[in-house]
């Protein structure tokens, strides 16, 4: 008897992949551009603040990201050649269209991080999950004019169905599985998934709020991280996602250190700096289905 539900082959044994113009490490940047409600529906299992709601601290700080962190981040990311794989609050469409024309306007890819960041998958059925799909495709085709091909649950939670119901939306890829530094097939009820490389571990939110990092710190992580898998991926091609959240790396005394480290990957020679969607591409043409 196990609870193991098969999502994935354990075997790590896998094809080579290589990257277009023999670049070893693919480099895909995903900004979270999220809505939080400053009084959200309470939810049974998880508090959405720290603090009793309104929490007019904990929606400030995070709106900081709509009014100033976005356009620092974007601006330093747009300077060294870095697009977005944006993972989005679909929310964000209505709340603040702004910052997602702006996206927009950059070129950026848009993929779904749910509707709102402050509202829950636990105990949902599957109609309800349903409609988060259907709502986060047609908003986002409404806003950007792009299907979404990606999906990142919203606050990272999830239900037992949603991998089977993404796939079978025709999306290609999921970041929710954090178990490995290469593209790999997700087993599901219908469709073809990819689970898509997204780290937790050089993810701004975690650098800065759970590991206490300074941004020197974080910016020496980011450089280790790429350089040793810059390094493996002469074997089998590597990739490298770093998770931005604009409210914490768009902070003027954070923002010098990242763009160092844009500076030093550009700089490299080694790295495919590219898109979620891209990579998936690239994936597709090198694993049969």
């Not at 603040?49 to 007019?56: N, S, Y």
């Not at 910052?99 to 105990?123: C, K, L, M, P, Q």
């Not at 020679?269 to 289905?289: E, F, L, N």
């Amino acid at each position: 008897m196990t609870d193991d539900p098969g999502l994935y082959d354990p075997s790590p044994i896998a094809p080579p992949l290589r990257w277009p113009g023999g670049k070893t490490c693919a480099v895909w940047v995903a900004p979270n551009l999220e809505y939080y409600e400053l009084d959200p529906p309470a939810h049974p299992r998880r508090k959405s603040w720290t603090k009793p709601h309104p929490d007019v601290v904990g929606y400030g700080h995070r709106d900081h990201a709509n009014r100033v962190g976005h356009w620092r981040m974007a601006e330093a990311m747009s300077r060294h050649g870095f697009p977005g794989s944006v993972s989005l609050s679909v929310a964000l469409c209505d709340h603040i269209p702004e910052v997602v024309a702006d996206g927009a306007a950059r070129g950026w890819e848009f993929f779904s991080h749910g509707i709102y960041n402050t509202r829950y998958a636990y105990d949902m059925d599957e109609a309800q999950e349903r409609a988060i799909i259907e709502d986060s495709i047609a908003t986002v085709q409404r806003a950007t004019g792009q299907r979404i091909r990606g999906w990142l649950a919203p606050a990272l939670t999830h239900t037992v169905r949603t991998m089977d119901l993404i796939a079978e939306y025709g999306l290609d890829y999921t970041c929710d599985l954090y178990h490995d530094d290469r593209p790999g097939a997700v087993n599901t009820a219908s469709g073809r998934l990819i689970s898509m490389p997204y780290s937790l571990e050089v993810n701004d939110h975690y650098g800065f709020f759970i590991y206490n990092m300074s941004p020197r710190d974080y910016a020496d992580a980011l450089i280790r991280q790429y350089d040793r898998l810059a390094r493996e991926g002469e074997a089998s091609g590597t990739v490298m996602c770093i998770p931005l959240h604009s409210y914490l790396i768009g902070q003027p005394h954070r923002i010098g250190p990242f763009e160092r480290v844009l500076e030093h990957i550009a700089a490299d020679g080694r790295a495919w700096i590219t898109t979620a969607g891209a990579i998936a591409d690239a994936y597709k043409s090198q694993v049969p289905a």
